[in-house]
């Protein structure tokens, strides 16, 4: 599995340079990776249905005890089966959809990576790993929603599915930290193992909330619903991926693999169906009132992803069964239904729902495919959707807790789902119209192949995935008993009523569509609602960076200096004031008395030019007053015994002075503090950093640490470096590196400056 990971990670970021060399023949050896993938992974569909788990473990951190960790069972199996089978048909239908498009190999780079990323998370083991891969995911789909960097909406779509998803993100990573740290396990199948343990943990609940959270942004639950339809932006391979098996159903992925864990806490009973149930319901009432065909197939996915995360706060057998049914053929039907509206698009050049009419006749392979999804999508026999719908009334009817809840969403999201898949196959294809839309070409068969296989998929893929299907349930809930089969033959049953129900009510709320579809939705409907109050929140955040920084960044190298030393300052008071640091000065005012005059001197010196420095008006001055105090403290360190500091704080000031005054008729206007108040302001701040200072080193050396690393150094410095000079040597020997480190720092530097030297200024005065 590691191979295969890293096999991805190298075509994707060779397929810019396979661009190159193939053009638009790049498409081959792109979808030959997923293909290679869903072969491993169906390789692997015996062992993993007779109960076996293959895991593999490769050291990453030795000295930490992280590893990298992957496990394939029942669960993972599944997703990995989908996202590379979808990667295969997304990769073989961008070759359609995306044409001659610029930047081609950029594409498939972010698109591989992204897929290599989800597949990444749902086979780690490992807590550290999955985050890894999250995040991955989180800036691979920011690359694809921004594909088009030239309009504004992809870039802003871009930038909230980024800081949505990976605010979420942050919060997941401290719920698996607090995770590890309660069960003593970084792993996924280590801590199912202390489950029961860890549910008496203080950092339980913490931890609860903290993913539950993180999934929710990721699959797009109320109120972080909003980021999941702007992302439409992105070109209709990246959207049909995206909604289908890949992102948005990592946090659904995640909530199952957890919820061994977390299912016997009653928030979490209570928290996954309400939140589910308020995003499934008012996902499918905008979904009625857009026109735009991928907003309508968007907010059926949040209607989708909704009913999944509330079965999985249910929790029982038939809502765990429901929840991998209806993720499969949700996954298969709305794969089929973006890649349709992308087609329509490609053909007729718009996507809204009013204007597409009478296509059937001239797409018929397309209208085939969305027919077929349709079906899958109403739930209507033999389909995988049917079977999901059948699943989900059940564990309805089999919660008592919340039965009113769940049948109530079902029913409601059912209905519209109905509706909505009669609008996408009937009307745009099959109904009569006296104005059919024109065709601008005909679809190739890039654009018709991969959608009509998927939609084949959900009609006649119930007996294929029923053994992995079960063997996923196991994953989730190892005391399920199943019989071999999804659903159990009951007649004409209280279920089979409520589907037939369903299917009428879904009828008749299909001949009201029209109506609403007179008045399209648009933002301002919905003015104080999640995605108005992000962009409020956004644009605030912005302006009040703007003005917070053009205060405290003026231009002024004094106010930049008061700052740096009132932060240090109080830093430092708080910690003394913290640790109860407290030393005695009153011990030490002997020491005053064998002051000699030449301290004295001194001392009398280099006040008087600070004196000097507040009251001049002459750069010239200040400059060379400037220079008398360094030289002053170059004294002071060769009367105290430092002659190599003194050499060095001499060659400084040295320079320092020279400067200056090279470079004097090229400084700005000189600010003199004619103000008093300024004045005492910054002697203020000076006198305080100096007493802070001097308190902590007087502190210090009041409680001096004692250690070995002197001697040794005194020891060494001649008999191993063979050096003298005991500074120059710990420098240059024993600190190389950082030494080493430091003066690359100084050479990046002189290059920038001597780069920022030698541009010339172009007409206007600006470089």
Known sequence: MVYLLLTGFLVAFAAPLLHHWLGRRVFVPLTLLPLIFSAYFIWQVPGVLAGETVTQSISWVPSLGVQLQFRLDGLSLLFALLVSVFGVLIMLYSRGYMGETPLLGRFYMYLTLFMVAMLGIVISDNFF??????????????????????????RTAAWQALLVTGAGG????????????????????????????????????????????????????????FWLPNAMAAPTPVSAYLHSATMVKAGIYLLARLSPVFNSAEIWQFTLPLVGGITAVMGAALALKHTDLKAVLAYTTISALGLLVMLLGIGTDEATKAALVFLVAHALYKGTLFMVAGTLDHCTGTRQLPLLKGLG?????????????????????????????????????HNNGTLGLVLGVALLAGMVFVAIALVLSFRIFWRKSSHPIALQHAASPYLFLPPLLLGLASLAGVSATTPLLLQASLSIAPELHTSGKLVESQGFSLVVQL?????????????????????????????????????LLFSNFLSGSKRFIHTLQDGY???????????????????????????????????LQSLRLYEVVLFILVVSALLLLLN??????????????????????????????????????????????????????????????FKLWYVFVA???????????????????????????????YLQAHGRNMVNVILVDFRGLDTLGEITVLAVAAVGVYALLRLKPQKGGKP
């Open 616 to 677: 001049t008006r002459s750069r010239l001055t200040s400059i060379v007053v400037m220079g008398l105090v360094g030289y002053s403290a170059a004294l002071f360190y060769i009367l105290f015994g430092a002659p190599d500091v003194a050499a060095t704080q001499l060659l400084i000031e040295t320079l320092t002075v020279v400067i200056f005054v090279l470079l004097l008729h090229k400084l700005p206007a000189f600010s003199y503090l004619s103000h008093q108040v």
């Open 170 to 225: 942050l919060a997941l990573f401290a719920g698996l930290l607090l995770l590890g740290q309660a069960s003593g396990e970084i792993t996924f199948s280590g801590m199912m193992q202390s489950g029961m343990d860890i549910r008496g943990s203080s950092l339980y609940l913490p931890a609860m909330v903290l993913v539950m959270l993180g999934c929710f942004t990721k699959s797009a639950q109320f109120p972080f619903h």
């Open 499 to 535: 589907s037939a129900l369903t299917t009428l009510l879904g009828l008749i709320l299909y001949l009201f569509t029209p109506r609403l579809h007179l008045r399209p939705f648009t933002t301002q409907d919905f003015p104080f609602g999640p995605d108005s109050l992000y962009h």
């Open 361 to 397: 006749r001239r797409l018929p392979w397309v209208g085939a495919a969305a027919t077929l999804a349709a079906y899958s999508m109403a739930g209507v026999y033999p389909s995988l959707g049917f079977v999901g719908k059948e699943l989900l009334y059940e564990s309805a009817l």
């Open 687 to 717: 006198v305080l950093f100096g007493s802070v200072m001097t308190y902590v080193l007087l502190l210090v050396q009041e409680n001096a640490v004692s250690s070995d690393l002197k001697d040794f150094y005194g020891e060494a410095s």
């Open 129 to 154: 790993c999955l985050f890894l891969f999250w995040e991955l995911t989180s800036i691979t789909s920011y690359l694809l929603i921004g594909f088009h960097q030239h309009k504004s909406e992809s």
């Open 557 to 591: 190298l004094r106010h930049y200096l008061v700052y740096l030393l009132l932060f240090f300052c109080g830093l430092s008071c708080y910690v003394l004031w913290r640790d109860a640091l407290v030393l005695h000065l009153g011990d030490r005012f002997y020491m």
